[in-house]
């Protein structure tokens, strides 16, 4: 006979077994195969947006007359003591947020990834059911009829742009914030929304991590940047916040920056600088600390909101906006102006306010690993989407700027008769073209591209160079970067015909709010700071030349985990970073 009361007794115990193995599982990140350096358990990304490699040396060691000659990123300076650091890293060309952001993330280029510009162009792909919050019109989309159509992943597919949740019904939002009847339409797909996770064509590191069982969190400027989930259902991201960057400035409560400056009320109310955090020194950092406190809620086994009990990410990281607002915001109500004072990247007084905002905040999270005994085993990686260009910022000059200067119009401009209506700078409505200190120029027609550099040749002579032009990339030229351009199968819908790149110091915008710009060739715009910090690490400076895209690959074997697992690592050959990780003992 069966005792009954056994049999009950070993149910329960099974039921406890079972609980204490979930909250082991719970607690404990997953052990991956020996692939590389098996003491690191976390990964922690950092992009500070716009920090050159200088920027790194100046405030690590100090320069001229700023804060007495002393290092003012200290706690950087201390990632660096047991840490590599590479002095010639290079971002994504172009060198703009979401082509930075996807090589970070993929291993890959826009070759691969087809990421261009977080607004670009594809002939395969067709207009959004509604017009977006930026002004991409809506359009017709007929299910295998290629017609074209511009490209967003910004604010404007937000619900409602202005909102800092982006809109969403409820909570702060992420990818409940994205409105599907803004987003661009496939018509081989029978005219689908192309979410940003399905707009790029290769995985990411999110979802390799995600599918080895690990735990996955990650923080961004728009929801739109949801894209680094990679392709699927955009479940390959545990955890994702994304505070709408250009919504309207609202106060914060219970927020304050490391220095203590409370958010409780919004601190700079001055003329122009609530219309997004953007548009002020003080502002930025209020919204930057809200990612910072995300990503310390994490560390602290919680969700980015501290609402409930999570995992401390196997992979997960944030980007910080203030540093990139510090190098090129000209603040006019309170005669404040960011950049450089000289060549040498002496940052001026709202600059550096910046850069040491992004290292106190650093040093907020590295205390919380600390406390939580993580430190150890954590990877700390510190990188940048983007530079900025220039760094000399007595050389920049935009469109009008100065008022007797030699740039009169831009690219776009010139072949406004040859682009797309969406593309073209004549629409009163529109995104317009793809320009910043780059221009990619999408025709109408690519026959048409001998004509159209025929018509750049003929405004950028030597003394006269209307536009500023640098360089110009077409033909064989541009497959030397990208996939020949043009129609599917055979070569790329997203490939530009024609691009652009100015002298440097030109940027194609005329607004008298900033005197710097990133997204083209220049050193400025795509030298970045690249740091692998662990406290078990040695200290070690590596001079070879290497990609941002290398960092990809990187964290994965970091964490036990196939580099190849990658398809763009893959398809590209993009190799582990020399040095990164100590040899297996």
């Known amino acids: 006979m069966v005792d009954k009361r056994m049999i009950g007794k070993s149910k329960r115990l099974r039921v ?15 052990a991956h195969a020996q692939w590389g350096y098996q003491p690191i358990r976390h990964v ?13 040396i100046n405030c690590s060691q100090g320069i001229g007359t700023v804060n007495a000659g002393k290092p003012y990123c200290p706690n950087v300076a201390e990632l660096g003591r047991t840490g590599v650091n590479y002095l010639d890293a290079v971002t994504s060309k172009p060198s703009d947020s979401f082509p930075g952001l996807m090589a970070l993330m993929t291993g890959g280029s826009p070759r691969t990834v087809g990421a261009f510009y977080d607004v670009a162009y594809d002939r395969s792909l067709a207009p959004p059911t509604n017009t977006t919050g930026n002004g991409l019109a809506a359009g017709t989309c007929t299910p295998g009829v290629l017609t074209g159509t511009t490209t967003e992943y910004d604010e404007g597919i937000d619900l409602n742009q202005n909102l800092l ?64 989930s990679g392709p699927g259902n955009g479940g390959n991201l545990d955890d994702y916040y994304a505070p709408e960057i250009n919504s309207i400035v609202v106060a914060l409560p219970g927020v304050s920056t490391p220095a203590g400056m ?73 005669s404040l102006t960011g950049g450089y004072e000289d060549a040498q990247g002496t940052p001026t007084a709202s600059l550096l306010s910046e850069i040491q905002f992004a290292d106190a905040s650093i040093g907020e999270m590295v205390a919380a690993l600390k406390n939580r005994g993580l430190l150890d085993s954590t990877l700390i990686v510190i990188s940048a989407k983007h530079g900025q260009s220039p760094v000399d910022s007595s050389r920049y000059v935009g469109i009008g700027i100065p008022a007797s200067g030699p740039v009169t119009t831009s690219p776009a401009t010139i072949l406004e008769s040859l682009l797309p209506f969406s593309e073209s700078p004549a629409n009163p409505t529109g995104i317009g073209p793809t320009e910043d200190d780059v221009s990619l120029v999408w025709l109408s027609n690519s026959s048409q591209t001998s004509s159209a550099v025929a018509m750049l040749d003929a405004t950028s002579p030597t003394t006269n160079n209307i536009a500023g032009i640098g360089q ?41 709010k900033k005197l710097a710009e990133h997204g083209g060739f220049a050193h400025d715009d795509t030298n970045v700071m690249m740091l692998f910090s662990n406290p078990t690490f040695r200290a070690k400076t590596v001079t070879t030349p290497v990609e941002t895209m290398q ?21 590209e050959g993009t190799p582990v970073l020399p040095s990164a990780l100590p040899a297996q003992p």
């Open 16 to 30: 406890a077994l079972a609980g204490a193995m979930l909250s082991a599982a719970f607690m404990a990140p997953v």
């Open 44 to 56: 922690l990304l950092i992009s500070i947006d716009g920090m050159h490699a200088l920027d790194f």
């Open 165 to 228: 949740n982006g809109g969403a019904p409820s909570g702060d939002g992420g990818i409940l914030s994205i409105d599907p009847t803004k987003l661009i339409r496939d018509p081989s797909k029978g005219c689908a929304p192309v979410y940003p996770w399905n707009f790029v064509r290769t995985n990411t590191i999110f979802g390799v991590v995600h599918a080895s069982g690990g735990y996955t969190a990650w923080s961004d400027k728009h929801p739109a940047y949801s894209a680094v």
């Open 262 to 334: 409370s958010c409780a009320t919004i601190p700079d109310n001055t003329s122009g600088a609530t219309a997004a955090w953007t548009d002020s020194f003080q502002n930025i950092q209020c919204y930057d600390t809200l990612k910072v406190n995300a990503i310390v809620n994490e560390i602290n086994g919680k969700t980015h909101n501290g609402a409930r009990p999570a995992p401390t990410p196997e992979l997960f990281g944030m980007n910080f906006q203030a540093v990139s607002v510090g190098q090129k915001l000209i603040e006019k109500a309170l």
């Open 472 to 512: 110009i990339f077409w033909g064989a030229g541009m497959t030397q970067l990208y996939n020949a351009p043009g129609l599917p199968p055979t070569v790329d819908p997203r490939t530009p015909d024609i691009l652009v790149t100015p002298n440097v110091g030109v940027t194609y915008s005329g607004s008298g």
């Open 551 to 571: 960092i990809a690959p990187t964290i994965l074997q970091a964490l036990g985990l196939n580099p190849n697992a990658l398809q763009a690592v893959q398809l």
